[in-house]
């Protein structure tokens, strides 16, 4: 098949997209990681692109220890793409991996949660989200801080994994002041990908893939193996949907809905909740968001209760926006880092440019390499430090005074708009009830009881292998509140997270039903 790529098409598709994977890969020194240091296979999440949180998890897992061992963590990560993309042979192929993107998960943990659990206690990180302060969840009791990547549109699962992963590995490397108290997670931003085809979906990820590798002339610390992975990966997706020399333009035309595009409100709704769950369980929460991900983080916690202030804060990596909605409520818990010549700059809101490295140095990268967070802003010390040093500044500067609430594999937190007492129920498997006069059921808990204020009430059960199979009914009950009251539940349901809103009548009214959430086993929910 004749070479479909030309220069002038892909430098402008990725200028339009904001591509985080349109880039050049600069892991330092030339030549491709050696290939006997790492290798991990992604099979399991392409044979379970159906359900494929679980082996997406194990994946975030295999990729963090790697990187956490390895000498040179950008080098390793050059290595897992080039695995990644040579996995990627059929259109069946690259059916399932779209398809595995559609249906994934919100929040995964990059490594264990407490890194203090010795190896041979320590759970599985699918097993226990996000920690707990409950007695019964010893393994992560304690947690303070939980710190987020969120990435831009159009990610691969594997290429946001590697950011966050080497995020991780940054700010280990510079903060001393981070306990083994501290989370590393990963908020999978999925906007752009509901309601598009697999045909279409690839032509985009095929620019995606090859946006320097026909470039006449690479730098020699691009990794030039990895890039022919990149360009031949893109070349056997289009071989497979039979698109023709000129589909570049096609791409573009449907890309033109992500130009400055909004994320989907359901991302925002998610986050949110996740930053509740997390705050009203007591943590410090820090958000790194690249792109279009400060869009999320900026609708995410401006919609938060008022009395959120402290107990959050953001470094905006690329930003689109100057956060609107919640900059006043951040203050100087926010701060920014957008290199010169990063196509963002071009978008009105943005933040104004404050560095620099040798990729936004260099004209022969296109402003939408510069843009690339994993092979820009943290492949070169020169934007990686002062990345690290405001995260590090940020956090300090945040605190939660809040008693915390416990958290788990599956968690139902309950917040409500008007002081009074609202109450939680939920019904387990077997017919358990657990609420404030049966705190305790067979596989779970009921940690906070508020009667005057404004919640949380909260149920968690810590760990999947604590779990029954079944269904788990979620009620409320308006038992001395004020009608006309709105009551918030948030649902985390192993890497699922999902919301609700509730009107509550007299107090006379029956229990209004939120939700049933089942559990399939195996870690599959069926979240309504």
């Known amino acids: 098949m004749q070479s479909f790529f030309r220069p002038s098409l892909y430098t402008t598709l990725c200028l339009a997209l904001l591509l985080p994977s349109c880039n050049s890969r600069t892991g330092g020194g030339g030549g491709a990681a050696d290939s006997s240091t790492v290798s991990l296979d992604i099979r399991p999440v392409l044979d379970n692109a159906a359900a494929p949180n679980g082996a997406l998890q194990d994946l975030a897992t295999e990729i963090d220890q790697s990187i956490a061992t390895s000498a040179d963590p950008h080098r390793t990560g050059d290595q ?5 993309l040579d996995s990627l042979q059929t259109q069946a192929d690259f059916d399932d991996l779209l398809e595995a993107m559609q249906n994934s998960g919100s929040v995964f943990l990059i490594g264990n949660p407490n890194s203090a659990v010795s190896p041979a206690t320590a759970l599985p990180a699918a097993t226990a989200l996000a920690g707990a302060t409950s007695v019964n969840c010893p393994e992560v009791a304690g947690e303070e801080t939980a710190i987020y990547f969120i990435n831009g549109v159009m990610n691969t699962p594997t290429e946001a994994m590697l950011s966050a992963s080497e995020l991780k590995q940054a700010l280990r490397a510079q903060g001393s002041s981070l306990t083994d108290n501290t989370s590393f997670r990963w908020f999978y931003n999925r906007s752009g990908l ?3 085809t697999t045909e279409e979906m690839c032509t985009i990820l095929a620019y995606a893939l090859a946006l320097y590798a026909n470039l006449p002339a690479l730098p020699v610390f691009v990794d030039a193996l990895l890039a022919a992975a990149q360009h031949d990966a893109a070349e056997r997706c289009a071989a497979a949907y039979g698109l023709v020399a000129d589909f570049g333009q096609a791409a573009i035309q449907r890309a033109e809905d992500l130009i400055g595009a909004t994320p989907s409100q359901s991302e925002v709704i998610q986050f949110r909740n996740v930053l509740a769950q997390d705050i009203n369980s007591g943590k410090k929460v ?31 990596v690329a930003s689109p926006t100057n956060y609107p909605q919640s900059s006043a409520r951040l203050g100087t818990r926010l701060a920014h880092q957008t290199l010169q010549r990063d196509f963002i700059l071009q ?5 104004p440019a404050n560095g620099s490295n040798p990729v936004s140095d260099d004209a022969f990268f296109a402003s939408a390499s510069v843009h690339s967070f994993r092979d820009s802003y943290l492949a070169h010390a020169q934007s990686r430090a002062p990345l690290v040093s405001s995260a590090l500044a940020v956090l300090s500067d945040v605190d939660n005074q809040r008693e915390g609430a416990g958290q788990g594999y599956f968690q139902v937190t309950l917040t409500w708009s008007i002081a009074g007492d609202i109450d939680l129920h939920v019904f ?14 067979q596989y779970g808990e009921l940690d906070r009881d508020d009667l005057v204020g404004t919640g949380p009430e909260n149920y968690f059960v810590c760990h999947e292998d604590e779990l029954a199979a079944g269904s788990y009914r979620i009620e409320v009950d308006n038992f001395s509140g004020t009608a006309g009251t709105v009551a918030t539940i948030a649902v985390r349901a192993g890497n699922e997270i999902k919301g ?7 107090s006379s009214a029956p229990n209004q039903v939120v939700a049933t959430v089942t559990y399939q086993g195996n870690g599959v929910f069926l979240v309504p």
């Open 80 to 84: 897992i793409m080039h695995d990644f």
């Open 194 to 196: 509901d309601n598009r």
């Open 286 to 316: 820090l958000v790194i968001a690249h792109s279009q991900g400060n869009i999320i983080a900026d609708q995410a916690i401006g919609g938060l209760p008022s009395d959120v202030t402290t107990e959050v804060g953001v470094v905006a």
């Open 347 to 351: 978008l009105p809101g943005a933040f």
């Open 428 to 441: 387990e498997p077997g017919g358990t009830e657990v609420y404030y006069g049966n705190p305790v059921g």
């Open 500 to 506: 609700y809103s509730v009107t509550m009548g007299a």
